[in-house]
């Protein structure tokens, strides 16, 4: 395999594939109702990988198990808001439209590979059952179909590795079966939820250079959701950075990571290990994430914020668009509160 | 796989030749003959049919002849019915026992899968509720109450159903359903509580991901592995209704080899209880044996042998 040739530059096209509108996520508890996704927008276009990143329980998984429609209702609800994929609002449609669309046209791939597959059915099975359901083809095309995915995604023998059992493969040859899984029906858009949080370094970086290889292959659109900032800068076209259940910044990829301007973005890079920067620190951000049972009312941020002003207590910040694809929730931007604005730049 | 089952089968050899000779040294520890209810006070007909039946030898020899027997398959003639052979009992007996076992182990696993799963599937639901209140009943209830009660109230009172005897499926209703309830429970529970935790696993997620019927993800996905734990009780719960069907033959007047065990044991009629017993025990270690295969099957990852290669 030649992994050094193919750095030729992707295309990424104006057309949107999907469009997240004020997305509200609730979840009824015992407790009351936790507010897992307060309002999120953002557009993904064909060919590109959008990094949704954030710490634990910041609700970028919600947002993503709302677009593969597997919120389970209840206790979930979908509160607001839309999930437009093609202009298709995937909130309105009935289950069984929602399934014409899960595996074919959105697909998604788990965190852990170790749970993701069914231990007591093989591998073809798992691999042909999704194209068998939606596409109606034979079982011989299917298994067809089947060993040339094995093959994109880089597992040897598939013929004979098409009968074994999930426990016969290793972490990382799982999380390949996993995305051949996911790709097997050709999907537009392909949501991977942590992909290679549960594997060795080694293995992860595999992992994203077969992400790459596929996308340049099939111009598929990827929502990336993670908290490696490393993953994130390997291969991410724009990012968008949640925080207690909104996005708080999204941009380019440069400009979240040279040019951020959410405290919290700059915190979080702060909190990353460098290796150009010796001398430096690692700066943890202090405390924790709200209490989503009852949300603050002004920007979430606040209370482990360095530049908190009194605004931010009560009122949530708008966007602020810096560039065409760069927008900040911060209260900072607004001219009133210029003097601060550019005391503490990253990079 | 050959492999294995000749391990197993001389491991089951192995277990009947143990449960054989406990039987043996019990029956003979219990004070007492079969002549003691005899009026034939008579010593020299008494020492003629202990020859006959070779009583009067030492214990050894008696062992001897015991394993013999066993070999053979052939336990001679019943000491209280001298007229028919133990294998004849067992020959007239079983079949119907093996048909109520069975009968009721079917409907049992049937009812309580489907019980448990839709319990599972509709987790805190009204279907939930009533299915483990009545598992919660059904485990209470000893079988024998329940057959009383519905011999009362379905047989006698409504008269919809025959009260005894094993002559048609009619008959065979009311001591399948007194036989299978208690068992049913336990498999409606069990299942129950390891689909719910199936239902939570990635893999489930994943196959709702794919686009996959509800159908075809309960039965394909879930049923499949959350049934492991109900493969696992099936042994033990197999000797538990086959020695079940004695106390329900019993009640039901039922023709099986319950009877003949029970009488004869008060009997001491030793031929009798030596045959059942090594029979029965023969016929479990066999069953346990293919609760062992069918694991192999469903769950892929339990591997019955080692094959040569494998860490």
Redesign the interface.
Known sequence: MNARKKKEKKIISNEKVLQVNNLHVSFRTYGGEVEAVRGVDFDLYKGETLAIVGESGCGKSVTSNAI?G?IPQPPGVIKNGNILFKGKDLTKLSKGG???????DI??I???PM????????IGEQLT??LR??KKIGKQEAKKRAIEMLKLVGIPNPEERLKQ?P?QFSGGMRQRI?IA?ALICDPELLIADEPTTALDVTIQAQILELFEEIQRKKEISIILITHDLGVVAKIADRIAVMYAGKIVEIGNKREIFYTPEHPYTKGLLNSVPRLDLEEEELQPIEGTPPDLFSPPKGCPFTARCDYAMEVCDHVYPFTTKLSEAHGVDCWLQDERAKVLKNSDRVG | MAKYIIKRFFMMIATILIIATLTFALMHSIPGSPFDEERTSNPTIQANLEKFYKLDEPMHIQYLYYLKSIVTFDFGPSIKKPNESVNELLARGFPISFELGMVTILVALLSGVTLGTFAALRHNGIIDYLAMTFAVVGISVPNFVLATLLIQQIAVNLEWLPPATWSSPLHMILPTLALATGPTAIIARLTRSSMLEVLT???I?????????PV?IVV??AL??ALMPVVTIMGTMLAGILTGTFVIERIFAIPGMGKYFVESINNRDYPVIMGSTVFYSAFLVFMLFLVDIVYGF????IKLHRKEGDA
Request: hydrophobic share 35%; glycine share 6%; aromatic share 6%.
């Open positions: 593969m597997l929602l399934r014409k669309i899960q595996g074919v697909s998604m788990f965190q852990d749970t993701a597959l069914n231990p007591t059915l093989s059952e999704g359901t939606h059992f426990h996993v899984i | 696993q990635d893999y997620k994943m196959a709702r991901a794919k686009g996959l019927s075809r394909r996905h499949r592995n469903l769950d892929p990852r």
